[in-house]
């Protein structure tokens, strides 16, 4: 598409010269001019200017250095910068034949190039004087997962670590990367960052701005918060400039909540696999992590309840247990089994879970790893039992069971000489927590899951 235009040179009315309506008197207007009088190396300067004055704009201050400070900043950013300039026009700009590099000076161009480099230099430039400063949100300074509620279709996986009781996911990947922060050491308290919990990033694609939500965030021991990004090969395949635009936002983002020193240290971090996703919350956790009384293992089937147990969450146990017909084929078909030093026996249903909460203590530690077998028949008075009720509201927990001694009383009908419960009291060890009272009337109602062994 070519476009003219009509030269002025005084007053002319179409209508009395007709002379107007000839092509070859009008101006025909393209980019070959700015072809011709301007160098690659001057826009590269000029986009290398525009990029060092927004990175130092937050030096402006009433400070008497301040100035000296902008100066010198721009001394020594200039050809750092500019370095980067030309490495990303060599390296990440794509022109279509016959396109002329210069190109890359129109407007359009130019502003995205920008943004883009502004957006990925900013966390490691903000220096001392100029440091880089979140922007609060006066109406609501905190998000909390007490706020939190969202109905779903999609599918859950139930979670312990977490003040919300599942997981929403939308692959297998985030199902196991929930599972692993669920399970891991190194993880004092998670959440998933859903709709119904909201902590987005803004971020500008192009020149709309939109919400990046990384998928969890999570305490680590020593306190330590992580933004973490799970992320496959297919959602980086899909488009690696929209994800590396993510990246540079969420890491911006922790560069200012770091700055104002009010909310703890944070930090940014891309999971591809649960490996990488283990080592990850190990190294930020440092030295504060306990040390697991068990090893993972993949064993062969011959080995299974030989050497080594599942390792399973109290909540995954419970649930499925209360389905006798499929619940133990289901938990013993799990994919994370581990090797226990134990003076106990291993046996067929047995299993490792860590159990939360001080009711128990000084028995069971708040946290403890633990060994139970499966709950068998007889008289369970005195024993230490995963148990579920309709009833129970454990908010060590947050669900339908608890880890408890067991006490019950029974009456015998005298027209069947059969006995049934009529009251079960659930005890805790720690004298400062109440025992739950259950009151039954079918049975059905209460299940002993499993039987607690000892702590590992």
């Known amino acids: 598409t070519a476009v003219y235009l009509d030269a002025v040179r005084g007053y002319k009315d179409q209508a009395d010269d007709p002379s107007l309506d000839r092509i070859d008197e009008y101006v025909r207007q ?15 300067f000029k986009l290398t200017q525009v990029i060092v004055d927004r990175l130092v704009a937050g030096a402006d201050s009433e400070k008497p250095d301040a100035a000296a400070f902008k100066l010198k900043a721009k001394h020594q950013l200039f050809p750092q910068v500019l370095g980067i300039v030309q490495l990303f026009m060599r390296t990440k700009v794509t022109y279509e034949a016959g396109v002329d590099p210069k190109e890359i000076g129109l407007q359009k161009y ?25 922007v609060i949100n006066r109406m609501r300074r905190f998000h909390s997962t007490a706020d939190a509620e969202e109905t779903t279709t999609r599918p859950v996986v139930a979670v312990e670590k977490s003040h919300l009781n599942g997981v929403i996911y939308r692959s297998d990947l985030e199902r196991d990367a929930a599972v692993v922060l669920d399970q891991s050491p190194f993880v004092e308290s998670f959440a998933a960052n859903s709709r119904g919990f909201g902590l987005t990033v803004v971020y500008e694609d192009g020149e709309a701005p939109r919400d990046y939500e990384p998928d969890f965030v999570v305490r680590v021991a020593g306190g330590k918060t992580l933004l973490i990004e799970i992320k496959g090969l297919k959602g980086e395949l899909h488009d690696q400039n929209l994800v590396n635009l993510k990246n540079q936002a969420a890491r911006k983002w922790i560069a200012a909540v770091n700055n104002a020193k009010r909310y703890g240290e944070w930090d940014f971090e891309i999971c591809r696999n649960m490996a990488e996703l283990e080592a990850v919350l190990e190294k930020h956790a440092g030295g504060a992590a306990k040390v697991l009384p068990f090893r993972r293992v993949r064993p062969s089937d011959a080995e299974r309840f030989k050497t080594c147990v599942p390792l399973v969450p109290l909540r995954v146990a419970a649930g499925q247990f209360a389905d006798s017909s499929a619940g133990a084929a289901t938990l013993f078909d799990a994919d994370d089994w581990v090797q226990i030093d134990s003076r106990h026996r291993i046996a067929p249903g047995m299993f490792v879970a860590q159990v939360r909460g001080k009711s128990m203590e000084p028995d069971i530690p708040d946290e403890a790893w633990c060994l139970f077998k499966p709950a068998t028949a007889g008289s369970r008075d005195g024993r230490v039992l995963l148990v579920q009720h309709h009833d129970i509201s454990d908010p060590a927990y947050s669900g339908s069971y608890t880890v408890k001694r067991y006490r019950s009383e029974k009456v015998t009908d005298p027209a069947t000489s059969e006995w049934r419960h009529t009251r079960i009291i659930l005890e805790p060890l720690n004298p400062t927590f109440p025992p ?21």
């Open 30 to 44: 393209d980019r070959k001019d700015y072809y011709d009088r301007v160098h690659l190396q001057a826009i590269q």
């Open 110 to 134: 130019a502003e995205r190039l920008v943004k883009q480099l502004v957006s990925g230099i900013v966390p490691k430039a903000a220096s001392k004087e100029a440091p880089l400063m979140p």
């Open 436 to 456: 739950i009272e259950l009151k039954i009337g079918s049975d059905d109602e209460f299940r002993a899951i499993a039987e607690f062994v000892a702590v590992l």
